[in-house]
């Protein structure tokens, strides 16, 4: 449907009622006056009211907007009148692990000032990594079996010992812990070490040697974030900080 930013008032129906506001609803009318439109705003508050305006239009959900007198539909109708990109169950993307490393880098930072009075540290860079493997942690903890299942995909460990599935969440989270408070460097460097090493090796051989296209399980079960490039960073990175913490400690 071609935009239409010309006819500036556009008429929304949405639910309004005493046990239920329909958040689509708010964003719909939200969506409207952003793009500069007067939005008639009516509510349908009660179930009988809805259901009859359903019926009367030959749709089946609410909210429903029109503009210039053409019914655009639901709000993801709303968003593709606007040319707003439309996002299936399917498609992949980076944006969890791009907020979960970002989120951890300005930790790392606000506990090296917290702490050392400067965010010019090198234990703001220790910070950081270890605060992204307890957070990658969280997200795998949230729902093991559904991780499990996504793991056993690609890990060479896992398919051959189905329990190391389970154990690898605690295992990252516990690694991550111990390098934040810089204790039991002896547990969590080894931990961290076994299971980036064995990581980076499966990660590598299902993408650039058997060339097999998966979501990687590094944030969780649920994600769709393509086993590649950043998952193999990953767990380099943990390599890299299960050799760096030990080494740190005898040099320093």
């Given at each position: 449907?071609?935009?239409?930013?010309?006819?500036?008032?556009?008429?929304?129906?949405?639910?309004?009622m005493?046990?239920?506001?329909?958040?689509?609803?708010?964003?719909s009318?939200?969506?409207?006056?952003?793009?500069?439109?007067?939005?008639?705003?009516?509510?349908?508050?009660?179930?009988?009211?809805?259901?009859?305006?359903?019926?009367?239009?030959?749709?089946?959900?609410?909210?429903q907007?029109?503009?210039?007198?053409?019914?655009?539909?639901?709000?993801?109708?709303?968003?593709?009148?606007?040319?707003?990109?439309?996002?299936?169950?399917?498609d992949?993307?980076?944006?969890?692990?791009?907020?979960?490393?970002?989120?951890?880098?300005?930790?790392?930072?606000?506990?090296?000032?917290?702490?050392?009075?400067?965010?010019?540290?090198?234990?703001?860079?220790?910070?950081?990594?270890?605060?992204?493997?307890?957070?990658?942690g969280?997200?795998?903890?949230?729902?093991?079996?559904?991780?499990?299942?996504?793991?056993l995909?690609?890990?060479?460990?896992?398919?051959?010992?189905?329990?190391?599935?389970?154990?690898?969440?605690?295992?990252?989270?516990?690694?991550?812990?111990?390098?934040i408070?810089?204790?039991?460097?002896?547990?969590?460097?080894p931990?961290?070490?076994?299971?980036?090493?064995?990581?980076?090796?499966?990660?590598?051989?299902?993408?650039?040697?058997?060339?097999?296209?998966?979501?990687?399980?590094?944030?969780?079960?649920?994600?769709?974030?393509?086993?590649?490039?950043?998952?193999?960073?990953?767990?380099?990175?943990?390599?890299?900080m299960?050799l760096?913490?030990?080494?740190?400690?005898?040099?320093?």
């Amino acid at each position: 449907m071609p935009l239409d930013d010309t006819a500036r008032t556009a008429t929304l129906y949405r639910m309004v009622m005493p046990g239920h506001l329909c958040p689509f609803g708010l964003k719909s009318k939200a969506l409207l006056e952003r793009r500069g439109y007067e939005v008639e705003d009516h509510w349908l508050e009660t179930r009988d009211e809805t259901e009859a305006f359903m019926e009367r239009h030959g749709v089946e959900t609410t909210p429903q907007t029109w503009i210039g007198g053409d019914r655009i539909g639901g709000y993801d109708d709303l968003r593709a009148h606007f040319g707003k990109p439309l996002k299936s169950e399917d498609d992949t993307s980076y944006q969890p692990v791009i907020a979960i490393f970002s989120v951890a880098f300005l930790m790392g930072l606000a506990v090296s000032w917290a702490a050392l009075g400067t965010i010019l540290t090198i234990r703001a860079v220790e910070w950081f990594v270890a605060i992204a493997m307890t957070l990658l942690g969280i997200q795998k903890l949230q729902d093991v079996e559904s991780f499990s299942t996504m793991f056993l995909n690609y890990d060479l460990l896992a398919r051959r010992r189905v329990r190391y599935a389970y154990l690898y969440p605690f295992g990252e989270t516990l690694a991550g812990l111990l390098m934040i408070a810089g204790a039991l460097i002896w547990i969590a460097a080894p931990v961290a070490l076994f299971i980036g090493t064995v990581g980076a090796v499966s990660v590598f051989k299902a993408v650039y040697i058997d060339k097999r296209e998966l979501k990687c399980a590094c944030v969780g079960g649920g994600s769709n974030v393509p086993l590649g490039f950043v998952s193999l960073t990953e767990n380099l990175i943990m390599v890299g900080m299960g050799l760096w913490m030990p080494a740190r400690m005898i040099l320093l």
